[in-house]
């Protein structure tokens, strides 16, 4: 008599929505459940949720053996907690999310890390940095979210704050980007998709010509959401890319972006040695636009010819899904860790 196939649950915390599934120890993944998450009221609203889209995941009748979630912030992977969470979900610093996770679906283990290093181990696991033995995994969307997988183990560091490389600062002088960090000139000010559009907004407000400013303007609720501005152009990178030939500041932005991204590649190439640098986010669905672009700004840096290049850069092959995959790997390597 064949055994009863296990599932573990799989979720992905995003500002937006959550996203779960169920999936086996070959990592096959079904359809996700997409739930929004109301991350932005808070955590009792994210709470319930969380114990929705688990409810919808546990109701099918299969055996399901672990549960795990990428949440934003710093995780704490081996106490469970969320150790900080900035302004963006509040009351989130200090939430047991491990536990929660558990007796929402019965008692069974579970398992949490930063959404961006299960993007990374999910990359790893089934995406473009297979049988990398460093990959390092950047995500560019509203922030820019990074893991280290070394040897299939994601690297967190002591304080589980490790590969922050969104918040290196890449132009200490000489610039007013602020970040949501605090900080003044982190890379996530120039490379993210997000802040590339803040950008624009507040170099078209301070009277830089675009065609930027003829889009569409947003709702007043959009406005409201995003900027708290008047009368906003609704437009992303895509239309930037899309005027790059013929618009001083989209061409300025995308430059800078792959200036700043070229730097900081540069720089991590120099830290970690990695074979697989994967490139993440909407933007690289344009990776014929933006790849050689990026190539031409690390062509700027000299390399010797006795130690040539050897990472390969690669665009994320999983997309949407990549944190669903990453959550499923670190619980079912949890579940191999604690039976052997
Ligand atoms: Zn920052």
């Given at each position: 008599?064949?055994?009863?196939?296990?599932?573990?649950?799989?979720?992905?915390?995003?500002g937006?929505?959550?996203?779960?599934?169920?999936?086996?120890?070959?990592?096959?993944?079904?359809?996700?459940?997409?739930?929004?998450?109301h991350?932005?009221?808070?955590?009792?609203?994210?709470?319930?949720?969380l114990k929705?889209?688990?409810?919808?995941q546990?109701?099918?009748?299969?055996?399901i053996?672990g549960?795990?979630?990428?949440?934003?912030?710093?995780?704490?992977?081996?106490?469970g907690?969320?150790?900080?969470m900035?302004?963006?979900?509040?009351?989130?610093?200090?939430?047991?999310?491990?536990e929660?996770l558990?007796?929402?679906?019965?008692?069974?283990?579970?398992?949490?890390d930063?959404d961006?290093?299960?993007?990374a181990?999910?990359?790893?696991?089934?995406?473009?940095?297979?049988?990398?033995?460093?990959?390092?995994?950047?995500?560019?969307?509203?922030?820019?979210?990074?893991?280290?997988?070394?040897?299939?183990?994601?690297?967190?560091?002591?304080?589980?704050?490790?590969?922050?490389?969104?918040?290196?600062?890449?132009?200490?002088?000489?610039?007013?980007?602020?970040?949501?960090?605090?900080?003044?000139?982190?890379?996530?000010?120039?490379?993210?998709?997000?802040?590339?559009?803040?950008?624009?907004?507040?170099?078209?407000q301070?009277?830089?010509p675009?065609?930027?400013?003829?889009y569409?303007?947003?709702?007043?609720?959009?406005?409201?959401?995003?900027?708290?501005?008047?009368?906003v152009?609704?437009?992303?990178?895509?239309?930037?890319?899309?005027?790059?030939?013929?618009?001083?500041?989209?061409?300025?932005?995308?430059?800078?972006?792959?200036?700043?991204?070229?730097?900081?590649?540069?720089?991590?190439?120099?830290?970690?040695?990695?074979?697989?640098?994967?490139?993440?986010?909407?933007?690289?669905?344009?990776a014929?636009?933006?790849?050689?672009?990026?190539?031409?700004?690390?062509?700027?840096?000299?390399?010797?010819?006795?130690?040539?290049?050897?990472?390969?850069?690669?665009?994320?092959?999983?997309?949407?899904?990549?944190?669903?995959?990453?959550?499923?790997?670190?619980?079912?390597?949890?579940?191999?860790?604690?039976?052997?």
């Open positions: 008599m064949s055994e009863e196939k296990e599932y573990v649950i799989a979720i992905d915390i995003g937006t929505n959550l996203k779960a599934d169920l999936v086996d120890r070959e990592g096959n993944i079904s359809d996700f459940s997409y739930t929004p998450s991350a932005s009221e808070g955590r009792e609203a994210l709470l319930q949720a929705k889209i688990i409810s919808v546990m109701s099918g009748g299969k055996k053996v549960i795990a979630a990428g949440s934003p912030g710093t995780v704490n992977n081996s106490t907690v969320i150790d900080y900035q302004a963006h979900i509040p009351n989130w610093t200090g939430m047991k999310l491990g929660f558990s007796e929402q679906a019965g008692g069974i283990p579970s398992q949490i930063n961006a290093n299960v993007i181990l999910g990359e790893y696991w089934k995406g473009a940095g297979q049988g990398a033995k460093c990959l390092l995994a950047l995500a560019l969307g509203t922030g820019l979210g990074s893991g280290l997988v070394v040897e299939g183990k994601v690297f967190h560091g002591p304080f589980f704050n490790a590969v922050e490389v969104g918040h290196t600062i890449v132009s200490p002088d000489g610039t007013n980007v602020a970040c949501s960090c605090g900080n003044f000139g982190c890379a996530e000010s120039f490379i993210s998709p997000g802040k590339m559009i803040s950008r624009a907004h507040l170099s078209m301070v009277g830089v675009s065609v930027l400013g003829g569409p303007k947003l709702t007043i609720a959009q406005i409201q959401e995003r900027y708290k501005n008047n009368d152009p609704d437009f992303n990178v895509k239309d930037m890319v899309d005027h790059y030939e013929d618009d001083f500041l989209c061409k300025r932005l995308i430059d800078d972006c792959m200036k700043y991204l070229a730097l900081l590649i540069y720089n991590l190439s120099k830290c970690y040695d990695p074979d697989v640098i994967s490139l993440g986010g909407g933007m690289f669905k344009s014929d636009f933006f790849l050689p672009k990026l190539q031409a700004q690390l062509d700027r840096y000299y390399v010797s010819p006795d130690l040539p290049v050897k990472y390969k850069i690669k665009v994320s092959e999983l997309g949407d899904a990549a944190g669903i995959y990453g959550a499923a790997k670190m619980i079912w390597d949890y579940l191999d860790s604690k039976r052997s």
